[in-house]
């Protein structure tokens, strides 16, 4: 199955789990041993993946990291695991001495399931630097993340590239946060090589100041135009001139970056199902015996969701999600409104962040049926009928 695909997927278990795991050792069966998984390493043989590996470090006997992981005999990756609602920042110490004590590893990480910071020697040989040189997170996970992410699986995995890779990604957010506060608040000197060109005036203040909001726009009108002609994050890095082991990536969320889920018309990994289509038709002909305009009703299929739309994407007003380990409804309504709306046999919870503000658990699609009052008040609310 497509990389992106299993991560996305991955991503929704992650949200679904997470309220029901208290402790570090629950953290790691649900969260962080499926992880490895996806990165396709086998966790189950030793070989590969070794748990509570002896790295001692000096006087210090008996230290043991969470996961070690090995290639060819070597270890390759150390993964230390927190509880899913610690803070990894604290526990930084503790990994710094595993890596130090080991100088064949080159990345280490550390995690607890949700939040995932990585590691390397940029600064000093076989020295962990204070700062890691990529993070994400599994509740607001991007393409550009799964990207990298993916250079880190078993498939991919080059350590002297990594380290390469490692240093480009640290220069290219530096230079990321140049960029975006130049674009956001132009310094006068930015304005001065900007307009030196075609401004006959001498370029004293009030000149800057005259011009500075005539740049402004025409940065903002110059980036949408660079999105609408579809120049990619890939290729940007390509032009960069950054080599790094296919799939190439920019780990960085820079002011170009979206999620580009929603936006584009190439759904690559993405497969509607004869269900998803039922489900659309399902809610037209709700609206339809309701007497409802449906002349516009449109669905846009991505990875975690099949949306359900009136004339523009933005416009959502049901979203249903048939993949999930419990299939499921959102919508843009509170929970306390929606569970007036539903029958009582209908779970109704509140949605994973970023998805909707209330999750309805079904078990089948026909189910769609007994929740009509919902959908047609989704319908009215959200369009303001």
């Known amino acids: 199955?497509?990389?992106?695909?299993?991560?996305?997927?991955?991503?929704?278990?992650?949200?679904?789990?997470?309220?029901?795991?208290?402790?570090?050792?629950?953290?790691?069966?649900?969260?962080?041993?499926?992880?490895?998984q996806k990165l396709g390493y086998d966790v189950f043989n030793p070989l590969e993946v070794k748990p509570e590996y002896v790295s001692d470090f000096g006087i210090k006997k008996g230290e043991k990291v969470d996961y070690a992981i090995f290639k060819n005999g070597v270890p390759i990756i150390?993964?230390?695991?927190k509880s899913v609602n610690e803070k990894l920042d604290k526990h930084n110490s503790q990994l710094y001495r595993y890596f130090n004590a080991t100088p064949d590893v080159k990345i280490a990480m550390i995690t607890n399931g949700v939040n995932y910071h990585f590691y390397t020697d940029l600064n000093q040989d076989n020295i962990m630097d204070n700062e890691p040189f990529f993070s994400f997170s599994m509740e607001s996970l991007t393409n550009t993340d799964i990207e990298t992410i993916e250079t880190f699986s078993k498939d991919h995995f080059d350590a002297d590239r990594l380290v390469k890779f490692a240093e480009e990604l640290?220069?290219?957010s530096n230079l990321n946060t140049t960029l975006k506060d130049l674009f956001r608040n132009p310094t006068d000197e930015f304005l001065r090589f900007l307009i030196k060109d075609f401004s006959s005036s001498r370029i004293t203040s009030n000149v800057l100041d005259r011009f500075r909001p005539i740049v402004k726009k025409a940065i903002n009108h110059t980036l949408l135009e660079i999105i609408?002609?579809?120049?990619?994050?890939?290729?940007?890095?390509?032009?960069?001139?950054?080599?790094?082991?296919?799939?190439v990536a920019n780990p960085t969320k820079n002011i170009l970056e979206e999620d580009t889920e929603e936006a584009s018309s190439a759904k690559k990994g993405i497969i509607t199902t004869e269900d998803e289509l039922k489900c659309f038709e399902i809610v037209k002909d709700i609206l339809d015996q309701s007497k409802l305009n449906i002349n516009d009703l449109k669905y846009k299929d991505t990875i975690n969701y099949f949306s359900i739309f009136n004339k523009v994407t933005t416009k959502w007003f049901l979203r249903v999600n048939l993949n999930a380990s419990e299939a499921h409804i959102l919508t843009r309504l509170p929970v306390d409104h929606v569970v007036k709306l539903c029958p009582e046999t209908?779970?109704?919870?509140?949605?994973?962040?970023?998805y909707g503000e209330s999750r309805i658990i079904i078990q089948s699609i026909s189910d769609l049926k007994e929740l009509s009052n919902l959908i047609i008040t989704c319908y009215k609310e959200v369009h303001d009928f």
């Not at 570090?24 to 992880?35: D, G, S, V, Y």
């Not at 150390?78 to 695991?81: D, G, N, Y």
């Open 1 to 36: 199955m497509d990389f992106k695909v299993d991560m996305r997927k991955l991503s929704v278990q992650v949200l679904e789990r997470k309220s029901h795991i208290v402790n570090e050792e629950m953290t790691k069966q649900a969260l962080i041993i499926p992880f490895l």
């Open 78 to 81: 150390f993964v230390e695991a």
């Open 170 to 172: 640290v220069y290219m």
């Open 228 to 247: 609408s002609e579809g120049l990619s994050t890939k290729e940007t890095i390509s032009e960069a001139a950054v080599s790094i082991a296919e799939p």
């Open 346 to 354: 209908f779970k109704v919870e509140t949605a994973p962040k970023g």
